[in-house]
């Protein structure tokens, strides 16, 4: 991808600077190794800035977590809700016309959208928990394809965590035969098991990351 601009930090001169490059129609990079707000996000109380009296530096790094518009030739919507969502905290949308930027991220924070935007991000963890169901499927498949069942697979996404007696009811097989499919998952990545008093519980880790945002 060749850039217009290039812009080094997302502090507020650079997510300024971002906006008005983008305004002008100009492919425009930002770079932060941080978070949105740069350092300004690590100051204790930020007085006299422009619309604040006196407001908490975090607090006024939140502001900051403008609408992220994905889009051209080189990715898709699928793509975007599975590789860039979990990576960004604030609200991110794919979009196939870059000339509908400006008005689509307008759109997206102005207040009276935000049970628009929080229906768009229901869309986007839903596609993510898809396509999360459907490499997993293939690992499985793949690596241990003798415990493959769509049950099993099924019941890994109705809750973050799972143990034997789940499978036990959800399959109706043995206890020696449920734990035989979670040791399994386990061992190719996919699950990650925690003793919690006296039963194991096995985590879905990365349904649990889907989760948290």
Known sequence: MIYDTIIIGAG???????????????KALCIEK???????AEAGIVENYPGFEEIRGYE????FKIPLLIGGATTS????????????SGPLMHISDASKSVQIATKLMAKDEKESLDRYKSKVR????????????EKVKKETPKIYRKELIELLFEQPYSKIEFVVDKL???RKAASRYL??????????????????LYLNKELIEILKH
């Not at 006024?60 to 502001?63: C, M, S, T, W």
């Not at 040791?183 to 194991?200: D, P, W």
Request: net charge positive.
């Open 34 to 40: 941080e978070n949105a707000g740069g350092r300004i």
């Open 183 to 200: 040791k399994n998952l386990e061992n190719i990545g996919i699950l990650k098991s925690e003793k919690i008093g006296r039963e194991n």
């Open 60 to 63: 006024l790094a939140e502001k």
């Open 77 to 88: 919507e699928l793509h975007t809700a599975i590789k860039l969502a979990p990576i960004y």
């Open 126 to 137: 839903n596609q993510i928990k898809k396509g999360l169901k459907n490499c997993i499927v």
């Open 172 to 174: 109706k097989v043995e």
């Open 12 to 26: 507020p001169a650079g997510l300024t600077a971002g906006i008005y490059a983008m305004r002008g129609k100009l």
